[in-house]
């Protein structure tokens, strides 16, 4: 891969350059998704796949902050909200901020990611969210994936793919979404 990241160390340029392809990556996605105020962006990430590995072989602290706070600006321009999925080992559970949580009436879980057990990104998103909890499921409005990692499970029902021009940050591959409303009824009914 022509992005491929020396495992050992990541300059603190080469992690500049991945904060700004996510921003680029999430203001992107929001500029096309129209969200609304108050909406959330999910989003799964692999600090492993964007430094050019395997998935779940390279946790990096700084990796994780770097890329958390890139999209986190992106949705703070705007005026949206981040959730951060953990990895599998803590079966994908959502890392927002409290007041996300009371708002849309999720249930909060007791636990809190690391490098190992949830992920860099999570791990990024738990220290430097605002009052920061863990909740095991969401329905966000749209959703961006960082390495191949399955957001669909925390996106509203009818998601539907938005193709933008950054395809990889870092070494990872890019994948976003955005919902819309379910259509119901027959051949009576009328949609906005």
Same mark, same amino acid.
């Given at each position: ?16 350059? =991945? ?18 105020? &108050? ?89 430097? %969210? ?12 749209? &959703? ?5 990692? %399955? ?18 940050? &870092? ?12 259509? =119901? ?8």
């Amino acid at each position: 891969m022509e992005d491929h990241i020396n495992h050992s160390e990541i300059s603190a340029e080469e992690i500049e350059k =991945i904060k700004k392809e996510a921003k680029e990556a999430a203001l992107e996605l929001i500029e096309i998704a129209k969200p609304e105020e &108050g909406d959330v962006l999910v989003v799964g990430c692999s600090t492993s796949e964007v430094a050019g590995q395997r998935i779940g072989t390279f946790s990096s602290k700084q990796l994780g902050e770097a890329l958390f706070l890139g999209i986190k600006e992106a949705c703070d321009e705007h005026k949206i909200h981040v959730a951060a999925q953990c990895c599998e080992h803590l079966n994908r559970a959502i890392i927002v901020e409290k007041k996300v949580a009371k708002e849309r009436g999720l249930t909060m879980v007791n636990v809190v990611p690391q490098l190992k057990a949830g992920g860099s990104f999570a791990t990024a998103a738990y220290s430097l %969210l605002e009052g920061a909890v863990a909740v095991e499921h969401i329905q966000a409005e749209l &959703g961006i994936d960082l390495g191949d990692t %399955l957001i669909g499970m925390h996106l509203r029902d009818v998601a539907v793919p938005v193709r933008i021009t950054v395809k990889s940050v &870092g070494a990872a591959h890019v994948v976003c979404a955005r919902t819309r409303l379910k259509y =119901i009824g027959g051949e009576r009914a009328k949609y906005m």
